[in-house]
């Protein structure tokens, strides 16, 4: 079944004193009168999760917990085992429901199904970044002349991060089709996919496609940067002869550190009707400047991300305060805003649950489900609870809470049949990854012990009702940062 994109959905089960029993003596010494806890838990729990998700059971405590030879704890039991039952089986059902109802033949007009669901990546991407952009009509005429001219180079365009290289290359392929409407059309944005995470990966995707526009059918070859590099002139002079073929490359600098960062395959003279643009960072080997932003334009690049995507920093995190007194004070420079922002995210949740949560997210490889970060989280002391009726429920409720938070800074990206999630923006990944770098030894431990079935194969008690096997279909370094 396909991995939807949701909100994680937890039920909570409150333990709740019976009133005949308000002069039991509490274990922990420091707790609250009954009545002023039951306040407590419901206010929390309130703020945490919807009414339809709590079930409130009463029951007699008695020290050291529930006690099956007690009749009255057994049909608590009981009560709550029919509860969880039946909730879990309308929320399933529903689930599967939907699924069907979604669910058709999708088809691929004979591509294999890996390139097609990158295409279909590649493309919704394109479609959310050229909204975000703005009109940069000289730079944007100057890329239509070099588009129409016969000039057969390959035009680089480089400036610095955050400068709107994705968003215009976004823009420019939209024109394309508006300035020779019978081209062809090759895009691919950087490290928003596995299958383009990597120069090896994007030759190969590439190749691929310019095989099927040429001939019909994929390309059969050695998945190397020197058969590529000697494959994809020839595929590109077939391709000419038919129509024009326009490939766009942006961000061929911000691939994974594990990634070749060979450039020879790049041809320094392209046939007649092909034309390639490569975008890259300002500290790239690559040099052909794109003009700075003026402040106008600056200014128009930044209220059409607030407006459009809410993808500014502080916009999101003013958000965070909406029924709230509370100032967010603006910090000038954006590593400073983040920094501002990851500090009041450890205030809302906790310090130690945001430091291990953003560290494994970080270090994994290609993102990571749903499934897999709870599982993680539940065997991470700092997610325990003994007043939930199972150890690991705060695991559920934090990360739920977490991606709250910091939804439109994550994205869904699918690696081989399944949904994962992983960051949206480089420069905040980047800031994540220095801020907590002294926690990222302990995540790739935990990220490699959990992949290779470590807790699987002994299974501690308190988590046995969490832990799912975790076969390994996407081959044996899925989900591991490459250094771990």
Request: proline share 4%.
């Amino acid at each position: 079944m396909e991995i939807r994109k949701q909100p994680i959905i937890s039920f909570t089960f409150l333990r709740v004193p019976s009133k005949h029993n308000k002069d039991t003596q509490f274990a922990d010494p420091e707790t609250l009168p009954i009545s002023l806890a039951k306040t407590n838990c419901k206010t929390t729990f309130q703020n945490q999760l919807t009414e339809k998700h709590i079930v409130r059971i009463p029951v007699r405590f008695v020290e050291g917990g529930l006690n099956m030879d007690i009749l009255e704890h057994e049909q608590y039991i009981a009560q709550v085992t029919v509860h969880l039952k039946k909730h879990l089986t309308e929320m399933i059902d529903t689930i599967i429901e939907e699924h069907n109802s979604k669910t058709m033949l999708k088809p691929s007009y004979g591509i294999e199904t890996s390139l097609f669901e990158e295409l279909n990546q590649q493309t919704g991407f394109c479609q959310k970044a050229a909204q975000c952009s703005i009109n940069r009509e000289k730079m944007i005429n100057q890329i239509k002349s070099y588009i129409t001219d016969d000039n057969t180079c390959p035009l680089i365009i480089y400036g610095p991060s955050g400068c709107g290289k994705t968003t215009l290359l976004a823009r420019i392929a939209q024109c394309c089709q508006q300035w020779l409407p019978d081209s062809f059309l090759v895009i691919r944005f950087a490290g928003i996919s596995a299958q383009s995470s990597t120069i090896e990966q994007l030759l190969s995707s590439i190749t691929n496609q310019c095989s099927i526009l040429s001939y019909g059918h994929k390309c059969y070859c050695t998945h190397s940067i020197d058969t590529y590099a000697e494959i994809l002139p020839n595929l590109l002079t077939a391709s000419c002869i038919q129509r024009p073929l326009i490939i766009l490359l942006d961000g061929l600098d911000q691939v994974r550190a594990y990634s070749s960062k060979n450039i020879d395959w790049l041809p320094m003279k392209l046939p007649d009707n092909i034309k390639l643009i490569i975008s890259v960072s300002e500290d790239s080997d690559m040099h052909t400047d794109m003009p700075l932003l003026g402040e106008d334009e600056a200014k128009g690049i930044l209220m059409s991300s607030v407006i459009q995507y809410n993808h500014s920093v502080l916009a999101w995190q003013t958000s965070w305060w909406v029924d709230k007194e509370h100032n967010v004070v603006p910090k000038g420079h954006v590593n400073n805003q983040i920094t501002l922002m990851l500090e009041e995210l450890e205030t809302i949740i906790g310090i130690a649950q945001v430091q291990h949560s953003l560290a494994l997210l970080t270090c994994t490889k290609h993102g990571i489900t749903d499934s897999e970060i709870i599982d993680l989280l539940a065997f991470d002391e700092n997610f325990h609870s003994s007043s939930t009726y199972v150890l690991w429920a705060p695991a559920c409720l934090a990360w739920s809470s977490l991606y709250k938070h910091l939804a439109p800074f994550l994205q869904w990206s699918l690696t081989g049949g399944v949904l994962g999630i992983q960051w949206k923006d480089k420069m905040l990944k980047e800031a994540i990854a220095d801020r907590y770098r002294d926690h990222k030894k302990w995540a790739n431990q935990m990220l490699y012990d959990y992949y290779s079935g470590k807790w699987w194969k002994s299974k501690p008690v308190d988590l046995q009702a969490r832990l799912v096997t975790q076969e390994n279909i996407l081959g044996k370094w899925y989900g591991l940062c490459a250094n771990a």
